[in-house]
């Protein structure tokens, strides 16, 4: 009775922190300037109101706004092309979906937030390569909805984690209290008992998926991955997606640079690209799992897209 897109037969457990360390590196080799710790502050637009880049915040500035002995002005970054990728609701990028009215006629958006701990545990309570995912407890006791995850990675590392979905009615329910209850299960606990926690964190998802995507290209701009909202909920996966996505507009840009565009117009055949691609196809297919759930509950919304998925593909 488990969803099929809750399967991981043939997925690769990967630490992501890794992975974009090592992509950094590719791009170096190719050329392409990183700059680490600068984050992008403001849009810049042209006359005919194109984006023509974006320009970093100042660094080295006091919390009483004294500039320190690190301080280091703003700097502009003009492109002809600027790919917004800041991850779920980027300040820059939720300015150009109200700007442009990118999700004009989508259903709102949906937001949830995830929890995650790194775990080392005992040699003996270690299985490479499984994959544990829940729904229901803890968060049913509340009437809240969300998801659990639990992978094996290599050298007796175990990642584990909660999402919640932020729409939860209980004023008093804690996140984070849900994630350490969520570790007293016994099927989860089994794994931890002796283990040590290495790390922890938390970030936001958005996860309202095919029905909430909005435009994508803005003149000038791209917006993508998890900024647009391109994770699929049905599998709390989006780092594939997120990169299918850059890649389709890197295509798209070289594409259309390569036949001496100048910059700042709208592509808006990013969309048809993007409609055309596995990315398209794959959100379409899960854009009833997180309505199931809304509407019907975890039980019945759970068998739902068991039918939907597992019968009738989405
Ligand atoms: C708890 C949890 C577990 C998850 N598990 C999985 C999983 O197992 N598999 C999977 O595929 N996906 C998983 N996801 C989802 C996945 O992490 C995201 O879908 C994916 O990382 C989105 O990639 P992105 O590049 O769009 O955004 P992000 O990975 O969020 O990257 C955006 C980057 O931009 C930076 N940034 C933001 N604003 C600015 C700015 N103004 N200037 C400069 N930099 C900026 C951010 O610091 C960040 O480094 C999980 C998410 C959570 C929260």
């Not at 710790?37 to 637009?45: D, N, R, T, V, Y």
């Not at 919640?164 to 329910?173: A, G, I, K, M, S």
Request: one cysteine or more.
């Amino acid at each position: 009775m488990i969803p099929k897109t809750m399967h991981n037969e043939g997925n690769y457990i990967v630490s992501l922190g890794k992975v974009a360390r090592w992509l950094g590196e590719q791009a170096e080799s190719l050329g392409v300037e990183i700059f680490p710790g600068f984050p992008a502050s403001e849009i810049l637009f042209n006359e005919l109101g194109a984006v023509k880049g974006v320009a970093t915040g100042e660094m080295g500035v006091s919390a009483s706004g004294e500039r320190k002995g690190t301080y280091e002005p703003g700097m502009e970054l003009h492109a002809k092309y600027t790919v917004f990728a800041e991850g779920c609701r980027g300040h820059l990028g939720k300015q150009l979906i109200e700007q442009y009215a990118l999700d004009h006629q989508k259903s709102p958006q949906h937001y949830g937030i995830g929890l995650k701990e790194l775990w080392k545990i005992e040699p003996a309570r270690h299985e490479r390569g499984l994959v544990v995912h829940g729904a229901g407890w803890p968060l049913s006791e509340n009437s809240a909805t969300g998801g659990s995850f639990l992978y094996h990675l290599e050298d007796n590392y175990v990642s584990l984690g909660l999402i919640v979905d932020l729409n939860y009615e209980q004023p008093f329910l804690s996140p984070y209290e849900e994630l350490q209850r969520y570790k007293t299960h016994p099927r989860i606990r089994h794994y931890l008992e002796g283990g040590k926690r290495i790390s922890y964190g938390a970030r936001a998802i958005t996860k309202g998926g095919f029905n909430s995507l909005p435009k994508m290209s803005v003149p000038g701009g791209f917006v993508i991955g998890c900024n647009a909202g391109t994770l699929n909920f049905s599998k709390i996966k989006g780092t594939h997606t997120a990169m299918k996505s850059g890649m389709i507009a890197a295509e798209t840009i070289f594409g259309v640079l390569t036949d001496g565009d100048p910059g700042g117009k709208d592509h808006t055949h990013y969309q048809s690209n993007v409609d055309i691609s596995w990315l398209y196809t794959e959100l379409k297919s899960s854009r009833n799992f997180g309505p199931a759930l809304h509407k019907f509950g975890t039980y019945a919304g759970g068998a739902f897209n068991y039918l939907d998925q597992n019968w009738f593909r989405g």
